[in-house]
């Protein structure tokens, strides 16, 4: 972990990815055109990094918080779990809607209209005056989540594929995966020191300073003459054909299991922790942070492992690992040992899930060459609808003890596990850059192969 605490050498490997993976020359460009000397500029990168960033430290930067929130309203564990759950419910179902308009009026208008809302609803949470206002500031948050996250991993698509595609959402990860590292750790100290309405400020600034980066950054990927009209019909049909699509529905099925693992370990982690083994929210944060590090590691592997290892056995590889760590928490919750056991398989776990989430969401993107906003709207409503019941299930296990917790935590890695197992064969995808044509015609499920 020497790069990480080295600021300048995490700047030096990230470069140095950027690099690599540039020469894959990626670019939208007219159909038949071949790209020889277009690359994606390293701000598209970071600023892309920066938006799927927000969503981890809005989940996590003020999980530390919610024993305070719940006192400072007099209000039970289900409404202020409702804070965590609200806000991934509308973050998961709103891409739903936001996915299919940028399919058809772009990608950059929506990006800074969500990013605002993102910044708007900070704001009504930080002066919230009942913990049903702050509730609707979480939703007004997710609203704006949704449509930024439909637009950061769709103009992924619009650009790259397959090893290209896997390399960058990599990259993405990495430095995004800083943020579940920091979040929780500032998140405890602003709390501790300043309040809990102070989370909710801090969070309300760096969605400014995205929204800033993007408007001068992420440019236009969907050209005019590649939209698709939003009209509820062909709508209704591109999820109808997406959710068909065996290709698609697999990695989609196993990507959704593990963002249970990863929900079901947040919506509990805090109960657990501090309720449980007595740690304060400075502690809980830095605690949280560093099982965070783990899958910013679990990244960093991922990026290594893309170039020699095809999507199927990178999957198995971090979901298997997933599982292993899960399971070792779970154990480690009837040991005299006890915590340092049960933090360490969950950094386990996050890792695993660090090498997984990679390939398993270039496997869905790269199944598809048409509607790519609405199938980015698929996955991440899955992630986060799927998530939020999560979070609703691990409070209630929370509640029944450590144990309980980890072995619910371990079923879900299990379940993904299972499903990318049962997936046969490896996806055929082509590397490098993302052809503008139509899309083949997809195959349904139950069809023949």
Known sequence: MGFITDPHRLIQVYYFWSTVVADSRWALLPAGHTPMNHVVPRSFTLT??????????????????????????????????????????????????????????GRRGPLLVGLGLFVAGSVLAAVAP??????????????GGALAVVVANSSVRDRVVGLAATRL????????????????????LIEQHLGWRSVFVVLGLLGALVAASAAVFQSESLPAEHRTPFTPAPVLRAYRDLVRTRDFVRPLAAISALFMMLFAYIGGASYVYQARYGLDPAAFGLVFGGTGIAFLLGAVAAHRMAASSDLRRQSLAGGFIALAGALLAAIGTGTSVGLPVVIAGMAVGLFGLGIAEPALMSWCMSSVRSNTGSAAALIGASQYG???????????????????????????????????????????????????EPSAELVPVGAAS
């Open 48 to 105: 892309t990094a920066a938006i799927v960033a927000l969503l981890p430290f809005a989940a996590d930067m003020y999980l530390s918080s919610l024993p305070a929130i719940g006192a400072d309203f007099s209000a039970p564990v289900w409404a202020t779990q409702l804070t965590l759950t609200g806000f991934l419910l509308v973050l998961g179902l709103g891409q739903l809607v936001a996915g299919p308009i940028t399919d058809a009026i």
């Open 386 to 436: 799927l998530g939020a019941v999560a979070t609703v299930v691990a409070g209630i296990a929370a509640a029944g003890g450590p144990a309980v917790w980890a072995a619910l935590v371990a079923a879900f890695a299990l379940v993904s596990v299972a499903i990318t197992r049962s997936i046969p064969g490896n996806p055929a995808i082509e590397d490098g850059h993302a052809e503008a």
């Open 169 to 188: 959402y990599a990259v993405l990860m990495t430095v995004a995966g800083l943020a579940p590292v920091v979040a929780p750790a500032a998140g405890g």
């Open 130 to 143: 009942s913990i049903g206002v702050l509730v609707a500031g979480r939703i007004v948050q997710g609203i």
